[in-house]
């Protein structure tokens, strides 16, 4: 029964086309999960930044 399945396999050239897909694919990934919370906390620094220089201006007591 399960024997007489047919799985058809892509061609050698097919599949490193696959394999160069899903390597670009897990690059994005991995760059995006790494950058983002680093882009995420250099906002936050800059936000916390500017925020001082308005709340903590000359004269202000």
Not at 41 to 53: G, N, T, V
Request: net charge negative; aromatic share 10%; glycine share 4%.
């Amino acid at each position: 029964m399960i024997e007489d399945l047919r799985i058809p396999v892509p061609s050698f050239s097919e599949q490193q086309s696959i394999a160069s897909i899903l390597d670009k694919f897990e690059t994005l990934t991995h760059s995006i999960t790494e950058g983002l919370p680093l882009a995420i906390q250099q906002s936050q620094k800059r936000y916390e930044y500017y925020r001082e220089l308005l709340l903590n201006f000359p004269g202000r007591e």
